[in-house]
């Protein structure tokens, strides 16, 4: 299942959400939205020609096959997702 992750207010900016993940799944994808409240999620963003390399020691994750521009769900160092 592929998720759509929005970290956003909750109010009706995010009805489009909704509208594309009907849209996906008429065409037969397997994806559900789900909106993430700021107190339940937090983000790393390590950028920069060398950011790979630096975060690669504290993840199992290959940093270098994450295309750009995208993200995933990880354990980095000692913060584990659920």
Do not use: C
């Not at 592929?2 to 037969?28: A, C, N």
């Not at 995933?72 to 913060?79: K, N």
């Amino acid at each position: 299942m592929k998720y759509i992750r929005y970290m956003g207010p909750e109010h009706s900016t995010t009805d489009w959400l909704f509208l594309l993940q009907d849209v996906m799944r008429k065409e037969g994808k397997d994806v559900n939205v789900e909106l993430l409240s700021p107190d339940d999620v937090s983000l790393v963003a390590l950028q920069g020609p060398t950011a790979a390399a630096v975060l690669q020691s504290l993840t199992k994750l290959q940093l270098n096959r994450l295309p750009f521009m995208s993200s995933t769900l990880a354990d980095i160092g000692m913060f584990l997702h659920s």
